[in-house]
């Protein structure tokens, strides 16, 4: 018995720590799994999401692509309207004594113009004008509120003021056509560009017996650029030369 108390006394100090550490090691292990296991089933742990370059990138490109797009309509919403270009036949008549008219045709074959002016312009400055330099005829009109000139089409204003180079010169009036004007625009259809003199006693009219009629025809490029304003330039057939005249109708409100 004495032998085997003294074994015991060297054996059970040796055996007892390992016994305790693992008992300790396997209790740490099974508190820690314990806890991971009941956080991980636990409902209000929720975790955030996470933000990866892939998501950041799609977020990006997303968010480019909306202000692209909304930078693109408000571009379409405020770009201003582009005026537009057309070529037309323009005829300037009269009188070698009296004064010039201004005739605008969309088809030269077709003897109802689209416009007919009746200019305070005499004939004999616009010949010597021309002559000289470049020459500039704005037609200006004032639509007051409650007027029918802010509601009609620019052509059919019928009283226009005449600015001849920025000199206040007189007035313009629309006119319709009368049948010498038709006789001498179908007398002119076979002619695109050119000028000339009609003999005296051309036409019914009252003054067909007022001299020689005297015109210029040519092709005009005419601008809208708007409904409150219209332009028609000549376009010089010379190669070395720019346009010589331009008129210009404008309606301020």
């Known amino acids: 018995m004495t032998k085997i108390d003294t074994i015991r006394r060297f054996l059970l100090p040796c055996c007892t720590p390992a016994v305790a550490a693992t008992t300790s090691s396997s209790s740490s292990s099974s508190t820690t799994t314990k806890k991971r296991l009941s956080t991980s089933l636990r409902d209000d742990n929720d975790d955030p999401p996470r933000i990866t370059h892939e998501t950041r990138a799609a977020d990006a490109e997303d968010g480019g692509g909306s202000t692209a797009s909304d930078e693109g309509v408000t571009t379409a919403s405020v770009a201003p309207p582009r005026p537009s270009k057309t070529m037309v036949t323009g005829t300037i008549f009269g009188r070698r004594r009296g004064h010039v008219w201004f005739c605008v045709q969309c088809d030269?074959?077709?003897?109802?113009?689209?416009?007919?002016?009746?200019?305070?312009?005499?004939?004999?400055?616009?010949?010597?004008?021309?002559?000289?330099?470049?020459?500039?005829?704005?037609?200006?009109?004032?639509?007051?509120p409650g007027s029918d000139l802010g509601s009609c089409p620019l052509r059919s204003v019928p009283v226009w003021t005449v600015f001849w180079n920025g000199k206040k010169l007189g007035f313009a009036v629309r006119r319709k056509p009368t049948e010498a004007t038709r006789l001498?625009?179908?007398?002119?259809?076979?002619?695109?560009?050119?000028?000339g003199v009609i003999?005296?006693?051309?036409?019914?009219?009252?003054?067909?017996?007022?001299?020689?009629?005297?015109?210029?025809?040519?092709?005009?490029?005419?601008?809208?650029?708007?409904?409150?304003?219209?332009?028609?330039?000549?376009?010089?057939?010379?190669?070395?030369?720019g346009q010589e005249l331009s008129i210009f109708l404008l309606r301020s409100r």
């Open 108 to 144: 030269r074959l077709k003897t109802r113009p689209a416009l007919l002016l009746e200019l305070p312009i005499p004939t004999h400055l616009l010949v010597k004008e021309m002559r000289c330099g470049l020459v500039r005829v704005t037609l200006e009109c004032e639509a007051r």
């Open 184 to 195: 001498m625009l179908k007398t002119m259809q076979s002619i695109t560009v050119g000028a």
């Open 199 to 241: 003999p005296s006693g051309f036409g019914s009219g009252p003054d067909a017996g007022d001299g020689e009629l005297m015109y210029m025809r040519a092709n005009y490029e005419c601008v809208v650029g708007g409904p409150d304003s219209e332009s028609f330039h000549l376009i010089n057939p010379d190669v070395c030369s």
